[in-house]
């Protein structure tokens, strides 16, 4: 799949691979991997960024999202700028929903993953043995042991009424995923725009 970048405005090209099982999600990029880990994460402005060894992956929240909702656990995911010499690049943003990944997957179809050597794997589903609480800003998030997974998230936007004050609650991922989550779409407010705006501005001048 190719469309156009949030950020930069440029085209880039997807291609998603069968991985093998245990190898997990990770992109490929000018023949560099960087898994898709939290370990790779780095801080961004209004997106997710997975950077290893000099070279970004941008807005990569939707398609991760729908690959996790979708049990896609172990995939190559490929991805190429139209500019070869480009050391970063951003995931097509589509209509900034997941949709547009969701139906792609979703129309390929899915089956097991294999090891190399053509074995069934367990699939680890790692569990909480304590409760554990982060925050930063004004943003903060709980977790609890459970036997099974439910999700409630809330978002509080009171300079924007549109928005406002909203909770949602899903015990499962399947169809509560597609019907609410998958086409939510991506949002900012305009002193946001300026401040990324700026900050582009600022670079162009330095180099």
């Known amino acids: 799949m190719s469309g156009k970048t949030l950020h930069s405005g440029k085209v880039s090209k997807v291609k998603i691979?069968?991985?093998?099982?245990?190898?997990?999600?990770?992109?490929?990029?000018?023949?560099?991997?960087?898994?898709a880990s939290i370990d790779f994460v780095r801080e961004s402005l209004l997106c997710t960024t997975l950077c290893k060894d000099g070279?970004?992956?941008?807005?990569?929240?939707?398609?991760?999202?729908?690959?996790?909702?979708?049990?896609?656990?172990?995939?190559?995911?490929?991805?190429?700028?139209?500019?070869?010499?480009?050391?970063?690049?951003?995931?097509?943003?589509?209509?900034?929903?997941?949709?547009?990944?969701?139906?792609?997957?979703?129309?390929?179809?899915?089956?097991?993953?294999?090891?190399?050597?053509?074995?069934?794997v367990e699939k680890l589903a790692p569990h909480l043995s304590e409760p554990f609480y982060v925050s930063r800003n004004d943003s903060f998030m709980v977790a609890f042991p459970a036997s099974k997974v439910h999700i409630s998230c809330g978002i509080d936007f009171p300079k924007v009424p549109a928005i406002g004050c909203q909770w949602f609650s899903s015990a499962a991922l399947d169809d509560s995923y597609e019907k609410h989550i998958a086409c939510s779409r991506t949002f900012c407010i305009y002193e946001e725009v300026q401040c990324e705006l700026i900050a582009s501005f600022l670079v162009i001048v330095l180099f």
């Open 55 to 120: 070279y970004k992956i941008r807005t990569v929240e939707h398609l991760l999202s729908a690959l996790e909702a979708k049990g896609i656990d172990n995939c190559r995911i490929q991805i190429q700028s139209l500019d070869s010499e480009d050391t970063e690049v951003e995931v097509p943003f589509f209509d900034g929903s997941a949709n547009a990944w969701v139906e792609a997957i979703e129309q390929v179809g899915r089956k097991e993953a294999l090891d190399r050597c053509g074995n069934n």
């Open 17 to 35: 691979w069968p991985g093998f099982a245990g190898e997990g999600r990770y992109f490929e990029f000018h023949s560099n991997l960087i898994p």
